[in-house]
C-alpha cells in the first residue's frame, strides 16, 4: 500500500488554484501555510501528535505520472505550460513540524510549510489528511490506555476500521499513543507494531466439545494460550473447560496462559472467573476483556472491582467512534515580498476562527523542579524565548489575567523535516515513538489529563506576535 502514488489525493481545487497561480505568475511566489486544530476531541485538555510518518513519505515521492498528466489534460483546463512543470515538479519547500508522540494543544502550530505557493497549497489534503487521522486515534488510544491504569491495551479494530488504510494506519497510531500492540498483521510487518491476538469463537466452534478446542489450541501454542471463553457459557464451560488444559499444561512445566471475555457482565464475569482460577491454583492466569470498549467503560468497570489483566479495544478505538473527526485546518500565514515575510490573516465573524498571522514557532515552557509543562507560547519564528529571564503569560480563558514563570527551560516544539525539499529527519521505529510519547505525557500534569472538566493548558502568543495581530484586527474592522 505504500508503494501506491499518492500525488493525486488531492482536492480538485489545489489543481485548478496552482494553474490559477501559474498563469498569474505568481506560482513561485513563497507562502507560509500552517496546520492548526481548534478543538480537542471528546472535551479532553490535550491531544497527541501523529502521522508525520505518512506526511514525510508523501514528501518524498510527490511526482505526476503520464496517467496523471493525461488525466488533468482531459478536463480541458489546464494550459500546456501548467501540465509541463507538473510533469518535472519538483518538492522544494522547507518544512517544520512537531514530533510525533508529542503533547498538542489547540490554536499551536504542528505543521508548517514555506515555499513556492503552488507546492505549498498542492499538499494541504495530505497534510490534513495524514495528520488529523492519525492524531484523531492517537488521542483516543491515550485516553483509554489512560482509563486502563497501567493494564496493556491491544487495538483490535482491524475489521471495523474505515477502509484498510484505517485499519493500518490506526493501528500505528495506538500504539504511539500507548497501545500494547495490534490484531493488524500487517501493521507489525511493515511498520513493527507488534500483532497480538488470541482465537476466534469459530476455532471453539470447529472442534467437538470445548475442552477438544482449548486442548487443540493448547498443542499447536503451550507457551502462549489465551482460551475465549464466552462461546457458549463463560462460568459453565468456559472457565472450567480452560482450567482443565490449564493444570494439564502446568504438570507439562508450561506455567503460563490467559482467558478472554467478550460478551456479558465485565465485572461480575471477571471476578467469578478469578476466584475459580485462583482456588484452582491459577492465580497466574491473565483475564483479558474485550467487546465495545472505550475509555469510559474501561473506567467504570475498573472502578466496580473488575478482575481485568488487560484489554482488547476494536471499534471505538480504531474509529474514534465518539468523536470521529480531528479537525485540523491549513490556513496561509504570510507571504514573501522582496525578502521580507509579510502576515497575512482570515477574519471571521466567529472569532474562534480567526488566524493567527505571521510565519510563527511554538515553545513549551517547562517547570525546572517539577519538569512538567507549564504553557506553550507561539512565537515570530525569529524570536528566542530567553529562559533566563522572568516571562509573563496570559491566562486562556480569563486573558486579563497575567502570569509571570519563572525558574523554566524554554524549548522550541517544531523541528524542521524538510529543507529546500530534502528530507533532513530521522525515521523513527514505531516504537522509538510510542517511547517518546510516554516520556512527553509524563511532563503533563494530571489535571490536564482529566476526562471531565480538565484544566485548560495556557496556550500564549508572544507580544510581537499579539500586538501584529491586533494591529491586523484593527485595519480589517476598522473598514
Known amino acids: 500500500m505504500d508503494k501506491r502514488n499518492l500525488t493525486m489525493l488531492v482536492d480538485f481545487y489545489e489543481i485548478t488554484m496552482s494553474n490559477g497561480f501559474f498563469e498569474n505568475g505568481i506560482g513561485e511566489k513563497v507562502a507560509c501555510f500552517d496546520m492548526f486544530f481548534r478543538s480537542v476531541p471528546d472535551k479532553g485538555g490535550f491531544a497527541v501528535m501523529a502521522g508525520l510518518g505518512q506526511l514525510i513519505e508523501y514528501l518524498k515521492n510527490i511526482r505526476f505520472d503520464d496517467d496523471d498528466i493525461e488525466f488533468l489534460r482531459s478536463k480541458n483546463l489546464f494550459c500546456e505550460e501548467f501540465l509541463e512543470y507538473l510533469k518535472n515538479f519538483k518538492f522544494t519547500c522547507d518544512v517544520w513540524a512537531v514530533p510525533e508522540g508529542t503533547p498538542i494543544f489547540p490554536g499551536e502550530p504542528i505543521v508548517t510549510v514555506k515555499g513556492p505557493v503552488i507546492q505549498a497549497q498542492f499538499i494541504e489534503t495530505m497534510v490534513l489528511l495524514s495528520i488529523n487521522h492519525q492524531s484523531l486515534i492517537a488521542t483516543k488510544a491515550n485516553r483509554i490506555v489512560r482509563a486502563a491504569e497501567g493494564r496493556p491495551v491491544m487495538e483490535f479494530g482491524s475489521r471495523r476500521a474505515q477502509g484498510y488504510d484505517g485499519a493500518v494506519y490506526g493501528a500505528r497510531a495506538a500504539y504511539i499513543g500507548g497501545c500494547a500492540g495490534t490484531a493488524c498483521a500487517i501493521a507489525d510487518k511493515n511498520m513493527g507494531v507488534t500483532a497480538l491476538g488470541t482465537m476466534a469463537h469459530s476455532w471453539v466452534q470447529m472442534f467437538p466439545t470445548e475442552l477438544d478446542a482449548f486442548r487443540a489450541y493448547a498443542k499447536v501454542y503451550p507457551d502462549s494460550s489465551t482460551f475465549l471463553v464466552d462461546t457458549y457459557n463463560v462460568l459453565k464451560s468456559g472457565v472450567p473447560n480452560a482450567i482443565t488444559v490449564f493444570n494439564e499444561l502446568k504438570a507439562a512445566g508450561h506455567k503460563t496462559g490467559g482467558i478472554r471475555i467478550d460478551s456479558g457482565d465485565i465485572t461480575y464475569l471477571s471476578k467469578k472467573a478469578r476466584k475459580m482460577l485462583d ?170 489529563k482529566r476526562f471531565e472538566n480538565p484544566h485548560q493548558y495556557y496556550v500564549d502568543l508572544s507580544q510581537k506576535l499579539y500586538d501584529i495581530k491586533q494591529d491586523m484586527l484593527k485595519i480589517y474592522f476598522n473598514d
Open 279 to 448: 482456588d484452582a491454583g491459577l492465580d497466574y492466569i491473565k483475564i483479558v476483556a474485550s467487546n465495545s470498549l472505550d475509555e469510559y467503560i474501561i473506567r467504570d468497570i475498573l472502578v466496580q472491582g473488575a478482575k481485568i489483566d488487560s484489554f482488547g479495544v476494536g471499534e471505538r478505538l480504531v474509529t474514534s467512534k465518539s468523536e470521529p473527526v480531528f479537525g485540523g485546518v491549513y490556513k496561509l500565514s504570510a507571504i514573501e515580498e522582496d525578502g521580507k515575510m509579510i502576515p497575512k490573516i482570515k477574519i471571521s465573524e466567529n472569532a474562534g476562527k480567526i488566524t493567527n498571522p505571521a510565519h510563527k514557532s511554538v515553545w513549551r515552557l517547562f517547570d525546572n523542579e517539577s519538569r512538567k509543562a507549564i504553557a506553550d507560547v507561539i512565537t515570530l519564528a525569529d524570536e528566542v524565548i530567553d529562559d533566563s529571564k522572568p516571562y509573563v503569560i496570559f491566562d486562556p480563558v480569563q486573558t486579563f489575567k497575567r502570569k509571570t514563570v519563572t525558574n523554566f527551560t524554554a524549548k522550541k516544539l517544531q523541528q524542521q523535516i524538510f529543507k529546500n525539499g530534502e528530507c533532513i529527519y530521522p525515521d523513527y521505529s514505531a516504537d522509538e515513538l510510542k517511547k517518546y510519547c510516554a516520556e512527553q505525557l509524563d511532563t503533563i500534569w494530571d489535571e490536564v
